[in-house]
């Protein structure tokens, strides 16, 4: 029954329909563009640690673009990119990273289209506040401007917001953390599984501004942490570095014979493999972190977009591909092992028990990010979905469930004996339908996302002529 369930996952949900419309968008705003994520490389790196990105007494009550792009990159920097890249690699070979790499530099275009466009479109409350994503874009881009018809804008919500849903429950942190840390300390992996989701509770119920101020912290911290552990690694293991480039590039375009636990990937899986596991930890092209970049206080949806692809940037480009070369170029890659346990055993053996211990804590404030940056995607669509009382109500059944959703899947793991491998089959299938859903409405508003970039290339970039005319934002 599983292995027919496997087979639809990766062979419908996750078959060449959507790498096609991922690896497809991603190349055609790439190219009509004039490839603007690669020229504006130096900008998108810099524009984070810039005044205007951290000015978080001038955002008020809304959050600075900078505490926004920390909560995304927390929401998006989590236990998948220690655990879920490392797994990517022990089944699909070192291939896999190659074509992850290769998304994300694709998503990067792709993430910076969709904040760009949840900026554009969103919506100010009667408070103040601001909010916007996916479905502010469908409804606004689709139905308003283009005409849609209201019924099929509302479906194309109703999907999103179901198929998002979908995932609150067979959410992997939880269980992840509980894995590294208890198999590293020796602690029950339900109790650690408890504590998480009891911390969780504690940030989540702080509000938002508070949990911008949190993320702004931790977030660099540990990203430094972790890829100052790997980058010692590397340095220990400097003669195998060359090999490992040659297995990553040869492994992404010709079969990997089966070696040691690893039993031979072909260059699809790979593909596949890379594609999903960069889409799974970036999520770009999902719509999720549009709905936090929404919230900031910025002046121009672009250079919103340019904090989106600043966060497929440090996501993939740096976590995730710190993991992959660590696991590559050690040797653990065909060990077979999986999950968590492979990139901490690969830090282990390199650099000691201290780096395990401290690495595992990391992967507990990684979950923490994940998760309560995901509360925020919930929120956004619960509130745009009801009105009135019963919004406030069913908000309010979010905040108190949403800290301990995941511990569902790990007392299915402990208790029932389900493997890593496994749950990342229902992640997949979690992950893929709201991603559909997206990447249908921003390929639809993609001419809108142009209009968007020509005013910002006239306004700030000297390139053609300001139309004064021209809406910034879909409220003016």
């Known amino acids: 029954m599983f292995a027919q369930f496997e087979s639809f996952v990766y062979n419908v949900i996750w078959g060449y329909p959507i790498l096609i419309a991922v ?141 998002l849903f979908g995932i609150f429950f067979l959410t992997l942190q939880n269980y992840t953390v509980a894995e590294a840390v208890g198999s590293t300390f020796g602690v029950p992996y339900l109790a650690v599984g408890i504590v998480l989701a009891l911390v969780t509770a504690g940030c989540l119920w702080g509000g938002l501004k508070k949990l911008g101020k949190f993320a702004t912290f931790i977030v660099p911290v540990m990203c430094i942490f972790y890829i100052g552990c790997v980058i010692v690694c590397l340095i220990l293991n400097a003669g195998a570095i060359p090999g490992a480039i040659v297995q990553i590039v040869k492994g992404a375009f010709t079969y990997q014979a089966a070696v040691g636990g690893f039993a031979g990937a072909t260059v699809t899986k790979a593909l596949r493999l890379g594609f999903m596991r960069c889409i799974y930890s970036n999520e770009a092209g999902w719509g999720t972190s549009p709905m936090i970049h929404a919230t900031a206080n910025v002046d121009h949806p672009v250079k919103q977009g340019f904090m989106g692809a600043f966060e497929v940037f440090v996501d993939t480009c740096l976590v995730c591909c710190a993991t992959g070369v660590l696991v590559v170029v050690t040797g653990y890659w065909n060990s077979g092992l999986v999950g968590a346990e492979l990139t901490l055993t690969a830090l282990e053996a390199n650099i000691g028990s201290f780096a395990r211990m401290v690495v595992a804590i990391s992967i507990f404030f990684f979950a923490l990010t994940t998760g309560t940056g995901w509360f925020v995607y919930y929120d956004t669509v619960l509130a745009h979905a009801f009105k009135g009382k019963v919004r406030d109500t069913v908000r309010k059944i979010q905040l108190y469930l949403n800290p301990f959703k995941g511990l569902i899947i790990t007392v299915i793991t402990v208790v029932f004996g389900g493997t890593p491998a496994e749950v990342w089959v229902v992640a997949d299938f979690s992950s893929g339908l709201p991603t559909y859903v997206n990447l249908f409405v921003i390929i639809m508003l993609s001419g809108k996302f142009f209009e968007i970039l020509k005013d910002y290339k006239a306004r700030y970039m000297g390139i053609g002529q300001i139309d004064p005319n021209f809406k910034i934002f879909y409220e003016e």
Not at 122 to 150: A, F, N, Q, S
Request: hydrophobic share 45%; net charge positive; glycine share 14%.
């Open 23 to 163: 690896g497809g968008f991603g190349l055609y705003v790439t190219i009509r563009s004039g490839f603007f994520q690669f020229r504006m490389l130096p900008t998108i790196l810099k524009y984070p640690f810039q005044k205007e990105a951290n000015d978080s007494k001038a955002a008020g009550q809304n959050l600075s673009t900078l505490e926004a792009v920390s909560i995304a990159i927390g929401g998006a920097v989590g236990v998948s990119n220690i655990s879920g890249v490392g797994t990517a690699i022990a089944t699909g070979g070192p291939g896999a990273l190659f074509w992850m790499l290769v998304a994300a530099f694709l998503g990067m275009m792709t993430k910076l289209v969709e904040t760009s466009l949840a900026l554009h479109y969103r919506h100010t409350r009667e408070d103040g506040t601001l909010t916007g994503g996916p479905t502010y874009y469908i409804m606004r881009g689709l139905y308003e401007e283009k005409g849609w018809p209201k019924k099929v804008c509302q479906l194309l919500c109703i999907l999103f917001g179901v198929s």
